[in-house]
């Protein structure tokens, strides 16, 4: 199983940035797909996931700002970010949360978001 991230970088305060990721070699379908970040010395935290009937959860720090979209035929998952704080600098993680019998996480890499003040 392999999630491949792409689209972080560096971006002034109240620009844009539009993060993917893609999933491979998971045969089953995936229940909950989204994104965490991990600031530095703080805890990872959940950013945005979506389910595969398309409920969304959002933290309120993003609400507004943020918005999560999946293509689950192509097990990918999105997530376009506008109106960009410095406090939203991050690693941010995509996860993809499957049950089937058991509960089973996978994790990308990371990718590196830092908005600039």
């Known amino acids: 199983v392999q999630l491949v991230e792409s689209g972080g970088g560096l971006v002034q305060a109240g620009g844009s940035l539009r993060l993917s990721c893609a999933a491979s070699?998971?045969?089953?379908?995936?229940?909950?797909m989204g994104w965490y970040r991990q600031a530095p010395g703080k805890q990872r935290e959940l950013v945005a996931v979506?389910?595969?009937?398309?409920?969304?959860n959002y933290a309120d720090s993003v609400k507004g700002r943020f918005t999560i979209s999946r293509d689950n035929a192509k097990n990918t998952v999105y997530l376009q970010m506008n109106s960009l704080k410095p406090e939203d600098t991050a690693v941010y993680y995509c996860n993809a949360h499957i049950v089937v019998a058991y509960e089973y996480d996978y994790w990308g890499q990371g990718t590196q978001v830092t908005v600039s003040s």
């Open positions: 979506k389910t595969s009937g398309g409920t969304t």
């Open positions: 070699g998971i045969s089953f379908g995936i229940n909950v």
